[in-house]
Every structure is written in structure tokens, then in C-alpha cells.
């Protein structure tokens, strides 16, 4: 593989070049003001794919936004690999809080990124790390490696829970039948510790409102005789977790399963640091579910959490009202076996029932996706231990992630395919928050693995 990595050295700066081009695009999909961003995102990727070797690239409509499609099939004897990421970001809110602007792409050393990481909204999630799947496919095909088919499917509504994918999925299973697929939307333990991800939460988000009087009252004439919804609402949440952190809502935990002591103990064996952890995000103390570490806490066990409140004034200075209205968006983390669907309807029922006769609440379900488990054993799993284990000099560690990437379970449903969860972020990488980063060794060093995985997963298929 050495005329690939040549390959690579040889065109460093133009694949970082072209990252910054994409990065400097605000294709966010939960704001409709930045839909046509999201298009000229689309656009990008297809015009790459394009000038990376891919016979056929489409721009696929969905009732949304769009999903790029592209394949090089080489041989129908070989394995086909099918490449799922995402072009959408994450809105930029709050502004104030980045330290350069978000869609304005800059290079910067840190402590943990001495040779460079870059700070964009979507560096990390997910465009610097499905671009390292372009890039290497590129260096594949330019150099005569391409070892596998291989098939893109590049979506622009991850972000906003992949609502029209699952339609995409049942009419095209034809067009993306596939030996497997390989993911890149999670993330390594540390850079002198490459981890692959066999373990991914399910997510159950909602919002919710609650009404009380029929308008906003003054909080002189009216405060102490009628209903607050903001304190009604804040006391309702509180109510959703005992003393212990555990989540207070009837059949909850039902089917949950819990992992065995050695289990636990084969987790453990994984590097973590409680107080560097605490340190890396400002923390004197952690705090979770009674009887479980932090690690613990963060992958193998459910989850409850407000992703954000409001009602009344927020503005400068006072206004003294009581609110007709306030609301929340709650976001469950789900672990094996637990339903999104079951959880969401508990908490429907359980929200509606803890709610005093005074105020009136209505719960919304927004999207929400199943856990996945993926097998250690199968030859892709294999492939792609053998490839970090090349590029890193280590043997990578099998762990479970805490986030959720709802497409990795449909992918089994609707296609059969299993997927590997072959990432190369950080958690200190502060996806979904301002200043947003990717380190440029990971992102090379993720451009040098994949083809390592493509040669590995031929070679085990023979």
C-alpha cells in the first residue's frame, strides 16, 4: 500500500484545502433559511465523488433534502462495501460562544491536537470524517487499489433524525445491496488509543409544553393565586429522577438488560482518566445514576436529559409576568433492547399523569432511533482491527459509544447489512457545541486506514 500513502503525503494540502471548501458551507437541516446551503452541500459532495473515480453519482430528492448517491463496482465477484455518513451539521447557536466564526474554517494547535485540529461547525461531525472516505477513495482509485466495490450513500438530514432515509432504504434496497456497512460518525479513546465502536444508545427526543392561564399575567395582581407553567414544568422535571439519579418513569428499565460483572470489568479495562475527564469539560465533581462509573454511566445505561427550556420574558432588564406557556425538549439515551417507540409512550403517559389539574400539558415525540449492538467477530469487524491496528501500531479496543446513529439498526432492518463503526474523532472534540474541532492527524490518519480496511475485508472474503 506504500504507492497509496505516497499518494496521500503527495496531496495533503489540497484534501485539507477542499475539507475547509466543505466546511466553509452552513448546510444546516433544522433551519429552513439554510436550505439551499444544504443543496450546494449536496452539490459539493456529488462534484467530488464525481472527480474521485465514482461511475455513477446521483443527487437523490427525498421529502427533504437531498441524498447523494455515487458506486464504483469493479468486479461483481467482490465484496461490496456500502459508505454511510452524513453532510448536514448541527446549527452554530450561540454565535457568541465560538472563538471564530463557525463556518469560517481555521487551523489551530492545542494540547491535544499539537499538530493542528480544525475549528468548524460539522469538522468532526460529520464532514471531515465522511470527506476521509472520498479522500481515500480517491487514493484508491488513483493508484489502482480499490480492493472492493464501492457504494456512497452521503444523507443531508442526520442531524434532524434521518426522517426520510428509512423510505429511501425500502425503495432502493436493489441499488444499495451491500456485504456491509462502514461508518465513520464516532470516535477513538485518544489518539495513542485507537477504539472501534461495537455499541451505540438508542434515542427517544421529545418537547413539551405546558399551559396554564390563557395569557401572559402580571405577576403582582396574579402571583401566589394562579398555576406558573415555568415552575410547574421545572417541578415536573425534577420529578423525573429520584435521589439516585434513577429515571422515575414507570417500566422504564423493563427491558433493559444488564451487563454481567465481567462485563463490566472487561469495560473497564479501557483507558480512563475520572480526573482528566472532569478537567477536560470544567467539572469539580461527576454526577449519575447511583452505582455506576462515569464510562459506565455514558454508554451502557439509559439516560435522561433537558436539551433545552424556555417560557416568559428573556429579553434585557424585567418584565414581571407569569407565563401562559413554557417548554421543553427532553432527549432519552437508550441502551440494548429498549424500545424508542415503548419509552416515548411511557413518558407520554407518565408526563400527562404527574401533571397538576391546574395546567394543561401536551407532549410532543420528535425523532428517535433503536441501540445497536455490532458482533467483534464478523470479518468486517476484523478488517477494520487490523487496519487501526497497522496504522496505529496498536491493536484497537472494542467499546460502546454513548450517542445514538438511529441508521445503523434500520440498516439491518430494511437491508440485512450489518455495520462497522470505524471512527476516528474525540469526545473532547466538542461536536454539537461551539468550537467545534477535528484534528488534522485524525483526519489523515483516517484516510490512510480505509483502504487498509478495503485490502483486509477483500483478503477475509476470498
Excluded at 493542528?116 to 472516505?133: L, N, P, S, T, W
Excluded at 493508484?143 to 452521503?154: G, H
Aim: glycine fraction near 8%; include cysteine; proline fraction near 6%.
Amino acid at each position: 500500500m506504500a504507492n497509496i500513502n505516497d499518494y496521500i503525503e503527495n496531496n495533503k494540502d489540497r484534501f485539507l484545502n477542499e475539507l475547509l471548501d466543505l466546511l466553509r458551507i452552513p448546510s444546516v437541516s433544522a433551519d429552513s433559511k439554510f436550505k439551499g446551503d444544504v443543496l450546494k452541500a449536496a452539490e459539493f459532495i456529488h462534484g467530488k465523488l464525481l472527480e474521485a473515480g465514482a461511475d455513477i453519482v446521483e443527487i437523490c430528492p427525498t421529502g427533504g433534502h437531498p441524498i447523494v448517491y455515487g458506486e464504483k463496482i469493479i468486479d461483481a465477484k467482490l465484496p461490496t462495501v456500502l459508505v454511510y455518513g452524513h453532510y448536514d451539521v448541527q446549527p452554530a447557536d450561540p454565535y457568541e460562544l465560538w472563538d471564530s466564526p463557525p463556518f469560517e474554517p481555521v487551523i489551530k494547535t492545542t494540547e491535544i491536537h499539537p499538530e493542528g485540529a480544525i475549528f468548524a461547525r460539522g469538522a468532526c461531525d460529520d464532514k471531515g470524517q465522511v470527506y476521509m472516505h472520498i479522500k481515500a477513495f480517491e487514493a484508491m482509485m488513483k493508484t489502482d487499489n480499490l480492493a472492493c466495490n464501492i457504494k456512497f450513500l452521503i444523507e443531508g438530514e442526520e442531524e434532524v433524525g434521518s426522517d426520510h432515509l428509512g423510505i429511501f432504504l425500502e425503495e432502493n434496497k436493489e441499488k444499495l445491496a451491500a456485504d456491509i456497512v462502514l461508518v465513520s460518525d464516532t470516535g477513538i479513546i485518544a489518539n495513542d488509543v485507537p477504539s472501534i465502536t461495537v455499541g451505540l444508545r438508542g434515542l427517544s427526543y421529545v418537547q413539551v409544553e405546558v399551559t396554564g392561564p390563557n395569557r401572559d399575567l402580571h405577576s403582582g395582581l396574579y402571583g401566589g393565586a394562579v398555576p406558573n407553567p415555568i415552575n410547574v414544568l421545572a417541578e415536573m422535571i425534577a420529578s423525573l429522577k429520584d435521589e439516585n439519579k434513577k429515571i422515575n418513569i414507570p417500566g422504564f428499565y423493563a427491558d433493559v438488560i444488564e451487563l454481567s460483572a465481567d462485563e463490566r470489568a472487561a469495560m473497564a479495562l479501557a483507558p480512563f482518566d475520572e480526573e482528566e475527564y472532569k478537567k477536560s469539560i470544567g467539572l469539580s465533581a461527576t454526577e449519575g445514576e447511583a452505582g455506576y462509573t462515569s464510562m459506565e454511566r455514558s454508554s451502557i445505561r439509559p439516560t435522561l436529559d433537558v436539551n433545552g427550556i424556555w417560557g416568559g420574558y428573556i429579553g434585557e432588564g424585567a418584565k414581571t409576568v407569569i407565563a401562559s406557556k413554557a417548554y421543553a425538549k427532553i432527549s432519552m439515551r437508550l441502551v440494548p433492547n429498549q424500545d424508542p417507540d415503548k419509552i416515548t409512550k411511557l413518558f407520554q403517559d407518565h408526563f400527562t399523569s404527574i401533571a397538576p389539574p391546574s395546567v394543561k400539558v401536551k407532549v410532543i415525540p420528535h425523532h428517535g432511533g433503536k441501540p445497536a449492538v455490532t458482533p467483534t467477530d464478523s470479518p468486517a469487524y476484523i478488517a477494520a482491527a487490523k487496519a487501526m491496528e497497522t496504522t496505529f501500531g496498536k491493536v484497537p479496543v472494542p467499546f460502546r459509544g454513548g450517542g445514538s446513529i438511529p441508521i445503523v439498526a434500520l440498516f439491518e432492518q430494511t437491508l440485512g447489512l450489518k455495520t462497522v463503526l470505524m471512527g476516528f474523532g474525540l469526545d473532547s472534540d466538542a461536536i454539537h457545541s461551539p468550537n467545534e474541532h477535528y484534528g488534522v492527524f485524525n483526519y489523515f490518519k483516517g484516510i490512510e486506514t480505509i483502504p487498509l480496511f478495503f485490502k483486509n475485508f477483500a483478503e477475509l472474503n476470498d
